[in-house]
Every structure is written in C-alpha cells, then in structure tokens.
C-alpha cells in the first residue's frame, strides 16, 4: 500500500523530529532518505522544501543515501555556500563522492564549493578525488584514529577524546600505530587500549606483534576486497607507495564494492550497463541496451548469412529448418553456463593466470560428456520424427562438435579477454554465442549436405 | 609459476614458523590455506601430514578458510577427539558450520564429536545447528562482549579482560547492555566507553541514546545483509523473538553472504548450480549442468514444433528459414536484459512488490523504442537482401512483436516467481527463451504465410 502525499510527509517530519532528538528510536539518515525519494515520486518541489528544513548535519548524512541523480538535483537547487556546509559535514570519502557528482553536472561549482572550505579539508578532498574510480584511495576516509609509536596510550586517549568531543570520528574500532614520519606501522584494537593501563607506550604494544596488514591507495579495489575478506576484516588500513598512513576503508563501503561487482557483472554478461540502468531517463537506458542489441543484430545477420549457404540444402530437406535451431540453441546455453562459471570464478580469484589450461580441460570434459548425451538423445528424436535414420546422424554429431565448441570458447573467450585487460564479463556474450550460432548452423548444414543430399 | 613440491613445502614450514612466533609478519591463516591447498593438488597425503603436524589451534584457523571437500577429509583423517578439540578451538560460528560439513559425511560422528565437548558448548552448538541454511542464527557467533544496564563500566571492563586473557573474545568493537533477563537494550562503540570513567553506570549512557539496531534470528540472512548495508553497520546484535541477545553477526559474514548471493544469482540465471559448482568431482558438476541443458532440449523441441507447423512456406519461401533465428536471436538478447535487470533489482530490493506495474511498464516501453528501431533496420535489411519488400515488412512486424514479448516476459517472469515464492533467477532465464522462440518463430512464419503465400 503507498501512502498518500499527506501521511508521507506527516511520517517524514516525524521521523525527523525524532532524529534530532536523539538515536533511541532507531531512525537512521537511511530512512528518512527512503521517505524522501516516495516523496520525490510525488512531488520534486515538495520534497526539496521538506529536505530544505532539515538541519545541516541532517541534510548531509541524508544526502549520502540518496542515488545520484539526487546530488545532482542538489547542485541545482541549493547555494554555493549551501553546498560547501554540506560538503563539510560529510566524512571525507562521503565528501569526496559528493564533489565529484558536482563536477559532472557543473565543474565550476565543483570548484567553488572547494574554495569556500577551510583550506586544510579542501587540499585532503583534492587529493582524494584525484585517484581513479577503481582505486582504494577513492573510497578511503581520512578520518581515523592514529597514536605514535613513541608515545603513551593515556595521551593518544587524551586525543581522540578531543575528537570525539569536536564529532570528527566515528567508528573508530582501532588505533593506527604511526612513526613521526606517518609511517604506519600496525593496527591494535581498541579492546586492547581498555586492557592496558594509560603509561604503556606504544612500542611495547607493537613489539608483541600488531596487524600490520595495509593496501596501497593506488591499488585496485577489487584487491582490497580481497583483502579484507581473505584476512576477515572489518576495517583496512591504506598507505602511499613510501608506506604513509593516508585513511582507511570501512566496512559498509566493501559491502557497497562487493554489491556493485556482481551487478556490473550481471549485467555486462546479459549486454546491459549498470550505469546506465540507475538513470532516470529511459531514453538513456533504451540506448545503452540498443547497443548491444545492435551488435546481436550484426552476429545474427552473419549465422543467417552462413545458414543462406545451404539454401538449395534446406530445399530439398524442410527438416533441417525445423531442427536446425535445437543445435544452436543448445550450443548456447551449454556456452553460456561454462562462460558465467568462468567469469564469476576469475572475479573471485578462484581462477589464476595458471589455472588457464587446467580450466579450459575441465569445461571440455563437460561438454563432451553432456554433448554425447544431448547428441544421442536428440539423434534419436529426430530419426523418430522424420524417420530419416541419417538425419539423426547429422544432429547427433553437428551437437557433439558444437557442445565442445562451447566448452572450449565459453572458457577461452574470457581468458583471453582478461589477457587482454579487458573486463572478460563485457562482451563475452555475444562473442561466445556468435561461435555457437555459426559452428551449430554449420556443422549442422554443412554435415547434412555431405551426408543427405 | 607454480612451485615444486619441495619449495611448497618449504614455504609452509616457513610461514606456519613464523605464524607461531607471532602476528608480525602478516601471516594469516588464510595465507597457509592456500599454500595447503596448492600442495593438495600435489599430493593428498602430504597435504594432511603437514596438516597434521600444526598446533590445534592454527589447525582450526586453517580449517575454516579450506573449502567444504577439506572438511569432509578432515573427518576420515583425524579421530572424534581431535575433531572435538578444533571444534572447540573455533568461533562458534565457524564451529557450527564445521558439524554441519561433518554431519553431512557421516551424522554418527558429528553427533559423538557434540559429546566430546564441554556440556555448555555442546547445547550451544546444538541450537546454532538447529537455525535453517538462510535464517540469521545460523550466521552467528555467540562470543560477544555484553554489559548489565544496572552495571558500572568499569565492572564490565573486568570482565572483558578476563575474557580476552582466556582468549575467548575477537574484534569486540562493542558492548552490547542487556537487562539482568538478558533482553538486548543497545549497543555502544568500545570507543565511548574509553572516553568515560569506570564508575559510570550503563543506565545513564542508555539514557543518552544509543543503538538498538538488532535482527531476529529466524531473519532471512539477506534481510540481515540489507540492514547492514543501509545502516552501515560493521556487526550487528542477533536477538530471538523476545528480544533476548543471543549473538551477532559480523562483517567477515556479511561479505561472504554478499559474495555468495551475487555467485548464485549469476549462475541460476545461466542454469547452473552455484553448490554443485563447488564440488570437485565433473560428474556431479555435470550432472546438474546436464538437468538444465535437459530443459532447454525440451523447449528447443517446442520451438521447433512450432517451425514445424510452417513446413510448406519454409518450402516455398527458404529466406524464411535464413531470417528466422534473427528474430529469435533478438528476442532471448532483449528479454535476457530485462530479466537480468529485474532480477538484480529485485534482489537488491530496489523493487518493490507495490513497483511490478512500474517495472512491467518501464520494460515495455524500452522494448518498443528499441523494437521499432531494429525493425526498420532488418527490414530494410531483408528487403535488399532478398528483393522482397513484403518479406522485410514481416520480419519488421515480427520483431516488434517479439521484442515486446521479451521485455513484457522479461519482467513478469521474475515478479510472478517471486510472489510465487520461488528465487526469481532460478529457471526464468529458459522461461523467457522458450516465450521468445515460440513468439519469434510463430509470429514471423505465420506473418508470411498469411502475407507471403
């Protein structure tokens, strides 16, 4: 049942008002943003008056989990200034999500919200939109906890009561243990903080051993993933080349990585772009898929071209056309199980470069073991149907060639595209089934020309 | 490069050297599985010598991060007592998951190794096993860090020390407060317990607001990873129907759960088993394979029914028969888009039961702006390729036609199955071919029989 625009907004200031009273009712930001986005349904003025009285800090941690297209929107209806308060609300890897929606609606903005912020928290934003999309530097946030390795415990506590108390840290879960020069050097829980009495020194601590286990800003997130739940980690430390503590990444922002993998992979394996998909504009969507339709289009015109080979073939024997798409239809799917397999195995590192020819084998033997099931059992069908003996012949051995055909391309296409640095889950489709198409319609055509006429 | 037997060894013997003298080298268990693991595909029995030859307790650690076959291996290898003694040695989570892999060797000597552990553990065990493969509370671990709301900190903080010297306790992060019936009240981060004297009561922080995010344990498990996800929480308090604090579920889980409904989403829609796939032996891999391929068989057999039923215009019109996987084509591509997107969005819960009008309507649109594009295009196509008008205005009518099946069928597949209480990604990928090959077929033959002919 959806409620009506009335009860909407009575439920959202209600929520609101509960907020800001305080957490005991367990309202999240994430609520009151659901709330919003039924309002926006209904009404875009409505539902930016509502947001509009929101306070700041509020209006921020609401902000974060709206979709895109909602920062966009902000852009255009709040001030500069507006914006830089915002902005200065977020944590950083928030902030710096939130700058670079900016920038693609309007890189002048962008660049004045930057200058209306205290110069220390604009030079850390600039750094953290300078790394690319995939790297851990874009999703790490500076805010953290961190102690020297010469120092007390009792005066790193003095600190982060200081920040606590001024709300720049949240979920603070460890200490990282620094040098003068912010080299990092380990990670303790903070349990182990309350254990320890406050005049033990850090290097005690570090001796008896820490995690020190830390990405790189410029590594791939993907790795860091792995990382974190190889090693079971629920925060990551990250550091530059020279080994300096630069941020971390949490764990909310590894179920989001983790979540937007699979989607990505879905979808460029079905020929769809997940960026496209979270438009708004169908227009937008309808061309990102017509894309990879066209490209269909192009591989279903070749098999036709290659079936027009046997045209005077299929004349004589109107069975062929009606059996011919079991052959390629099975090639297809039989390809596309061994290529899924195979794409999502790679992604989760299942699949090493070693592994290449080991895989390949492996999705052979299965094709050839159901190809000459499938091959028997279809060779008989069509015997019985059309009771031409040869005809079954002909299916049974042009299935056999296209069955091992997709085994062995559905598991060869992706390697060869991640040789090639290139996402083996985009196009692979449609490379895969463009070769079942034309060795089903051709080993099947072709074998019956021999064999038949 | 793989390495030798001997240099795998040796690199073993290095690391699980280093593993004992401490954390500092940033060897983790997950490290040792691995090269366990490598050495298996060597030689199964020096695998298990080596194995045999760790403390019990890097045994253990070792043993969760192997795959399920290791486990099975595990219980021919090692006697109940030793299986008792990892099984005590693990998180209670990690426990539990371990008797159900023995049970489903061999149910005897899960149950005798429940005997051998201490009475408190063993009725623990007892009621984690008994949670279903999807509920919460089979994803919990039972060590947490608990605190009595008419307690003061630093009475509690006594207890956390003697839980972690006895090693019970990891990655506490929190205190959870319950009341003296043991009903969960909120949880605080460890960080503000830092922050105040011991002689703080738990009643006044409770009064300052805290957290009382928590899930039932009967909770599916993806409602759970739902929770986490939108409340960014890194470990999240499991309570049963009366409110009673019985675990939590932390983020190492929350990610394996992601990874784990993303693999198996992508597999059911490419028709196959995301838990066969696990397994080593290629018969039963194939086997499962096979059963999907079986149904395609069946419904490419339908398809070609259907060709069948058009045998005299195929005869006279062989163009028909080159033409006529074109349109099929484009109607599994068109429809597999929509499916996989309405699939994935379901499950990501970005569409709702209340949405099915919403998305139908959306899909339908996107397959007419798309249809009416490539029905021009292969019309004009046809036309010049065959020099018969008429034939391209049958292969555009038809293309339409089935490109708004695919996207009409696309959508509706996964939203009944759903409301039907079946996983929408499983069997709605040959669901939709089927629809769209009949569809195709019919509508593009029967089309030029009645304007052809």
């Not at 920038?103 to 939109?129: F, M, W």
């Not at 949490?250 to 020929?271: C, F, P």
């Not at 898929?289 to 289009?297: P, S």
Request: with cysteine; aromatic share 8%; charged share 25%.
């Amino acid at each position: 049942m959806k409620s009506s625009l009335i009860e909407l907004i009575e439920i959202l200031e209600y929520k609101v008002q509960r907020y800001i009273e305080g957490f005991d009712t367990n309202v999240h930001p994430y609520d009151i943003a659901e709330i919003l986005l039924e309002l926006r349904d209904y009404d875009e003025n409505i539902y930016l008056q509502e947001l509009e009285k929101f306070p700041e800090d509020l209006k921020a941690s609401v902000l974060i989990e709206l979709p895109k297209q909602c920062h966009e929107e902000f852009v255009e209806h709040f001030t500069t200034n507006e914006l830089a308060d915002i902005t200065n609300t977020l944590d950083t890897d928030d902030a710096a999500e939130f700058i670079r929606n900016i920038e693609e609606v309007d890189e002048d903005v962008a660049e004045e919200v930057l200058q209306n912020l205290p110069k220390e928290d604009r030079d850390n934003l600039e750094t953290l939109i300078s790394f690319g999309e995939y790297e851990a530097g874009s999703y790490m946030q500076t805010e953290l906890f961190s102690a020297f390795i010469d120092e007390q415990v009792g005066d790193s506590i003095r600190r982060l009561k200081s920040l606590k108390a001024a709300k720049e840290l949240d979920s603070v879960y460890q200490v990282y243990v620094i040098n003068r020069k912010k080299i990092f050097l380990g990670s303790i829980p903070l349990e182990d903080l309350i254990l320890l009495g406050p005049n033990v020194y850090y290097e005690e601590l570090v001796k008896d051993g820490v995690n020190t286990v830390a990405v790189n800003a410029l590594d791939d997130i993907h790795d860091v993933v792995e990382v974190a739940s190889n090693y079971d980690m629920g925060v990551i430390a990250v550091v530059d080349s020279k080994g300096k503590l630069l941020g971390r990444i949490t764990s909310d922002d590894i179920y989001d990585i983790i979540e937007d993998r699979a989607t990505g992979q879905l979808y460029n394996l079905a020929g769809v772009s997940d960026e496209a998909e979270q438009e708004e504009s169908l227009l937008n969507i309808g061309k990102h898929r017509a894309f990879w339709l066209g490209i269909n289009l192009l591989t279903a015109i070749a098999a036709s071209v290659v079936i027009g080979l046997f045209d005077t073939t299929l004349q004589s024997f109107v069975a062929l056309a009606v059996l011919m798409p079991i052959v390629a239809s099975m090639g297809g799917n039989a390809g596309t199980q061994t290529l899924t397999v195979t794409v999502r195995q790679m992604a989760l590192g299942d699949i090493s470069d070693d592994d290449a020819k080991k895989t390949i084998k492996k999705e052979v033997y299965l094709s050839l073991m159901n190809g000459s099931i499938f091959a028997v059992t279809i060779g008989l069908i069509a015997w019985v149907w059309f009771s031409i003996p040869l005809l079954g012949v002909v299916i049974a051995i042009s299935m056999v060639v296209n069955l091992i055909t997709a085994g062995f391309f559905g598991a060869l296409i992706p390697l060869l595209l991640k040789k090639a640095d290139i996402d083996p889950a985009v196009g692979s489709s449609v490379l895969l089934t463009t070769v079942t198409d034309i060795v089903g319609f051709f080993s099947f055509l072709g074998l019956a020309t021999i064999i038949l006429l």
